[in-house]
T-cell receptor, first 113, second 112 residues
Framework: ETGVTQTPRHLVMGMTNKKSLKCEQHLGHNAMYWYKQSAKKPLELMFVYSLEERVENNSVPSRFSPECPNSSHLFLHLHTLQPEDSALYLC????????????FGPGTRLTVL | GESVGLHLPTLSVQEGDNSIINCAYSNSASDYFIWYKQESGKGPQFIIDIRSNMDKRQGQRVTVLLNKTVKHLSLQIAATQPGDSAVYFCAENGDSSYKLIFGSGTRLLVRP
């Protein structure tokens, strides 16, 4: 285990649903990340938080809304998604933004019907 | 533009043999490189990293080699085992400390 947990592990939702993905890190890190992993594509950075402040929003559609209530928890709120949003959503953390090693959680496999 | 690429999308090796996975990078500003392993149904797992002031770094059964002249990175796995079967990603930091640029991955298959 990497010390980064994600729930749920699998999620199926309709295009009109609202759901949230949760990430928790037990490493005492200050930076947290959301990535999207689609088939046959490299990992895509979505959002970056450092000490609960968003420092990166990588041109992500507004139907994805992140929330970082504290340095240990990160959420990704989903609403009115499209089928092409189906992917593996990965959370990662690093000690600080200046520390390059990122540790990943197991991911949430999202299917949008 | 910035890119991290892999020469071989799939590598099949016999159990016990050594494996070499290659990666090319294009951003000369990158000074930190990481190899990740991703097994089916799991997130990427950190294997080993190297900074640009080094040419070689060894871990347990793994070695990373960095050739800055040709912007090439490789991961060597000694005595490959069935548990090594996974997709391996290289990543570089580009111009940023936290915006890692990932390659598309190489699938390693270990034949018994």
């Amino acid at each position: 285990e990497t010390g980064v947990t994600q729930t749920p592990r699998h999620l199926v939702m309709g295009m009109t649903n609202k759901k949230s993905l949760k990430c928790e890190q037990h490493l005492g890190h200050n930076a947290m990340y959301w990535y999207k992993q689609s088939a046959k594509k490299p990992l895509e950075l979505m959002f970056v938080y450092s000490l609960e402040e968003r420092v990166e929003n990588n041109s992500v559609p507004s139907r994805f809304s992140p929330e970082c209530p504290n340095s240990s928890h990160l959420f990704l709120h989903l609403h009115t998604l499209q089928p092409e949003d189906s992917a593996l959503y990965l959370c990662a953390s690093s000690q600080t933004l200046d520390t390059d090693t990122q540790y990943f959680g197991p991911g949430t496999r999202l299917t949008v019907l | 533009g910035e890119s991290v690429g892999l020469h071989l999308p799939t590598l099949s090796v016999q159990e016990g043999d050594n494996s070499i996975i290659n990666c090319a990078y294009s951003n000369s500003a990158s000074d930190y490189f990481i190899w990740y392993k991703q097994e089916s149904g799991k997130g990427p797992q950190f294997i080993i990293d190297i900074r640009s002031n080094m040419d070689k770094r060894q871990g347990q059964r793994v070695t990373v080699l960095l050739n800055k002249t040709v912007k090439h990175l490789s991961l060597q796995i000694a005595a490959t085992q069935p548990g090594d079967s996974a997709v391996y990603f290289c990543a570089e930091n580009g111009d940023s400390s936290y915006k890692l640029i990932f390659g598309s991955g190489t699938r390693l298959l270990v034949r018994p």
